[in-house]
């Protein structure tokens, strides 16, 4: 996998108003890559993904169903 693709599979943190916990998860996640650290960068990426649910309300969340 090429590093051009794994960025196209990083969030978008490009929103009006780009939320700084995201951003820092994102790049956790994005520098555990570069360094071949594969636990450290599923890591951040649950982080990530649990914080944009309960926060943002992705669908598919606990915020999202109501819980």
Same mark, same amino acid.
């Given at each position: 996998? @090429?590093? %051009?693709?794994?960025a =196209? !599979?990083?969030? =978008?943190t490009?929103?009006p108003?780009?939320?700084?916990?995201? @951003? &820092?998860?994102? =790049? %956790?996640?994005?520098?555990?890559?570069? &360094? #071949?650290?594969?636990?450290?960068?599923? =890591?951040?990426l649950?982080?990530? &993904? &649990?914080?944009?649910?309960? !926060?943002?309300?992705?669908? #598919? #969340? %606990?915020?999202?169903? #109501?819980?």
């Amino acid at each position: 996998m @090429t590093s %051009e693709t794994k960025a =196209d !599979t990083r969030p =978008d943190t490009n929103a009006p108003t780009p939320c700084t916990h995201c @951003t &820092r998860l994102n =790049d %956790e996640r994005h520098e555990a890559e570069l &360094r #071949g650290d594969k636990s450290a960068a599923v =890591d951040a990426l649950v982080l990530l &993904r &649990r914080h944009w649910r309960a !926060t943002h309300h992705a669908p #598919g #969340g %606990e915020a999202a169903q #109501g819980g």
